[in-house]
C-alpha cells in the first residue's frame, strides 16, 4: 500500500540519504571550516572602514564554499549512488511502499540540493549578514547587501544545477568513471569556450559551460554590473542544464532496471 508523502518530507529524506558516509562529513566539515574563515575575513574588513572591500568577501565565500566542500559534497552524496540504491533494495522499497519513481528522483536529488543550499547558501547568507551588521559606514551598506544578494543567488543556483549534474555523471557509474565523467562536463567546456573566445559573441559564450552561467548569473547582480537581460540568459542556460541532467537520470535509471 502506497502513502502519499509530502515535498518536504521528501526534501528531508534526500538530504539524510546525501549526508552519510565519512566523506560527506568531511565536506561538511570544509565547508564549515571556510564559511568560519570567511567570516571572520568580512567582519575584519567591515570594521576596518575605509577602502576595505567588505563587498566583496560574500562574493568570494560563494565560490570558495561552492567549489570547495560544496562540490566534494555532491561528489560523496551522488557516486554510484543510483546503482547502490537498486541493489540495497532502496529505489524497490522507495517506490513500492511509498511513492513513485518520480517521488525517488526528487527525494535523492532535490534532498541533495537543498542540503546544499543550506550548506553553501547558508553559510554564504551568514558571512554577507556579518559583513553588513559590522559594517562602519552606512553609505556602503547597499553595496554589500547587494553583493550579498548576488553571492546568495550564486549559491543557490549552484545546488539547483550541480545536484542533478552530479547524479547525472556519478549515479549510475563506478565513482572513478563517474568522477572523470563529471571533470569532463564541467572542465571541458570551459576548454573549449576559452579556444573559442574572441569568435563567438562574449554573451553566449559566458552560458555555455556550468561555471560561467553561474558567474555570469552573480554579476548581473552584482552592484557595478547588473543587467537584466545577462540574469535572463544566465538563468535560462542553467535551468537547460538542470533539465537536460534530469532527462539523463531518468536513462540511467531505465537502463539500470533493464539490467537487473
Given at each position: ?5 509530502g515535498f518536504p518530507a521528501l ?101 541533495l540540493a537543498a542540503l546544499l ?144
Amino acid at each position: 500500500m502506497r502513502r502519499h508523502i509530502g515535498f518536504p518530507a521528501l526534501l528531508a529524506l534526500g538530504a539524510s540519504l546525501a549526508r552519510r558516509g565519512p566523506l560527506a562529513a568531511i565536506s561538511l566539515g570544509i565547508c564549515a571550516l571556510t564559511v568560519f574563515v570567511a567570516c571572520i575575513v568580512a567582519v575584519a574588513y567591515a570594521t576596518r572602514g575605509g577602502s576595505a572591500p567588505a563587498y566583496a568577501v560574500p562574493i568570494v565565500t560563494s565560490s570558495a564554499v561552492a567549489w570547495g566542500g560544496g562540490i566534494l559534497l555532491a561528489f560523496s552524496a551522488s557516486a554510484s549512488a543510483l546503482r547502490r540504491d537498486r541493489v540495497e533494495g532502496v529505489r524497490e522499497l522507495f517506490v513500492t511502499r511509498t511513492t513513485s519513481l518520480r517521488g525517488y528522483i526528487v527525494a535523492r536529488v532535490g534532498g541533495l540540493a537543498a542540503l546544499l543550499v543550506l550548506v553553501v547558501a547558508g553559510g554564504t547568507a551568514l558571512t554577507g549578514t556579518l559583513a553588513v551588521l559590522a559594517s562602519l559606514k552606512a553609505e556602503g551598506l547597499p553595496r554589500t547587501m547587494q553583493a550579498s544578494a548576488a553571492a546568495i543567488a550564486y549559491a543557490v543556483g549552484f545546488a539547483v544545477v550541480v545536484a542533478p549534474v552530479a547524479f547525472a555523471a556519478l549515479g549510475a557509474r563506478t565513482r572513478m568513471t563517474g568522477y572523470l565523467f563529471l571533470l569532463a562536463v564541467l572542465l571541458l567546456p570551459e576548454a573549449i569556450t576559452s579556444a573559442l573566445e574572441g569568435r563567438l559573441p562574449t554573451e553566449l559564450l559566458e552560458v555555455l559551460t556550468i561555471p560561467s552561467a553561474l558567474a555570469s548569473l552573480r554579476a548581473a547582480i552584482a552592484p557595478g554590473t547588473s543587467d537584466v537581460l545577462r540574469l535572463l540568459r544566465a538563468t535560462i542556460a542553467l535551468v537547460a542544464f538542470g533539465a537536460a541532467a534530469l532527462v539523463w537520470i531518468r536513462r540511467d535509471l531505465a537502463r539500470l532496471e533493464h539490467e537487473a
